[in-house]
């Protein structure tokens, strides 16, 4: 049955019907920054919900192919979008259970002939019906030894990945120059993906906005002169060896409450409040070594 | 004559929609699917071969669908049955069993006699099917 051609169709009424909205509003509360990702992640919600009102009105056009490729530098939140993307094609109704199966090469890549298959088909089994996120994707091809068995797990994940694609999305994620090289050695790879989402490094802005969720979920505060220190900290800390954006920023706090934890320990004795149990204070944040001119960043 | 084992042996046979309804209900309560698959239909053969391992952590009929249809491209003159275990304390087994593929002819079975002493009987069930040997029965 289909309706006539120019019935009016409320997609109004669709989106809000489906949970996209709610969906949508956590990705931005909740994520800083990263414009590039929750355009595209819109793209693909507005292109779902279209796609159900085409259906609706008998215009099938087969699953557009969702799989997914995330590069950046550590720690700009490509997990963590990962498990967000489990969640919004489930509320849009692309993928039935919205669970995510995250691996890496040791859970794909058998240890000798034969292994690889059962292996990687098992993965495959488990992640149906929601996402497959492999992390550090490009560990699977490894050029330099021709008898490695990742090339055998890469050729069973793209033809799960062309035949079975209403069942489940796979997303690859690592660092940008190491996947370029990865596809460009793996071109069936590259094409089978129609999402390339490349994650920008934050700023120190969207640092320190990310710290203040965090401290948030944590149940935490800064002080106003912590703040400032929090400020100056993650300045110094970006140009130190082994930045990894959220992921330093989260270390850094966790060494915050130990330090916190251990002023109050020295204080024992004194009154102690609620608010003094929930604030950082400037020097638990100055203590750390990144303010110190030399010295390995703890 | 038609094969009846299982759950379902009533019923005639399930398309591939019910099939994924009932897995689904299986994955639902957190059973162990697993795909077995025999060419003796003696009805006392209750251990078939196991088509690869049980699947446990399993989200999605889709995956132990896929898992069949493998099975009965391999198999396509054999029995197939889907099994859930269901591992909780206290049952510890077998939930649920159903064929979702048979041969296209099922000759049936024999009823032997046997003379015992004293004019006893003994009766055994024997299939036609397995007078030739594993493998090219059907």
Known sequence: ?298 | MRLTQGTFSFLPDLSDAQIRAQIEYCLGRGWAVSVEYTDDPHPRNAYWEMYGMPMFDLKDAAGVMAEVDACRKTFPRHYVKVNAFDATHGWESLRLSFIVNRPPNEPGFALDREEGAGRMQRYSLRAYAAERPEGERY
């Open chain 1, 1 to 298: 049955m289909s309706a006539p051609e120019s019935l009016p169709l409320d997609l109004e009424q669709l989106y809000r019907d489906s949970n996209v909205a709610g969906v949508l509003e956590a990705l931005e509360r909740e994520l800083v920054g990263l414009a590039p990702v929750k355009t595209r992640v819109r793209e693909i919600a507005a292109l779902l919900v279209v796609e159900k009102l085409r259906r609706s009105v008998g215009l099938e056009a087969g699953a557009p192919s969702l799989h997914m490729s995330f590069t950046g530098n550590p720690g700009t939140g490509k997990t963590t979008v990962a498990l967000r993307m489990a969640e919004i094609l489930h509320a849009l109704g692309y993928s039935r259970k919205g669970h995510l199966v995250a691996v890496t090469r040791d859970d794909l890549v058998g240890q000798y002939i034969g292994h690889t298959a059962p292996k990687t088909k098992e993965v495959l089994k488990r992640a149906m019906g929601g996402v497959l996120f492999i992390d550090e994707a490009y560990y699977l091809y490894r050029p330099e030894n021709e008898r490695d068995y990742g090339q055998e797990a890469i050729e069973i994940l793209l033809q799960v990945m062309e035949n079975q694609r209403e069942d489940l999305v796979v997303i690859l994620a690592g660092y940008k120059d190491r996947m370029d090289r990865f596809f460009s050695s793996n071109p069936g790879m590259a094409s089978r993906i129609a999402h390339h989402i490349d994650f920008p490094d934050y700023k120190e802005d969207e640092l320190l906005a990310i710290a203040g969720l965090m401290l948030d979920n944590m149940k935490y505060r800064l002080d106003p002169g912590a703040e400032a220190a929090l400020r100056e900290y993650i300045g110094l800390r970006k140009t130190r060896p082994h930045f990894a954006n959220a992921r330093s920023i989260r270390n850094a706090l966790d060494r915050a409450r130990l330090r916190q934890a251990k002023r109050l320990f020295e204080q024992r004795g004194a009154p102690l409040t609620r608010e003094a149990l929930m604030t950082i204070t400037a020097e638990d944040i100055r203590a750390s070594r990144v303010f110190e001119a030399a010295g390995e960043p703890r």
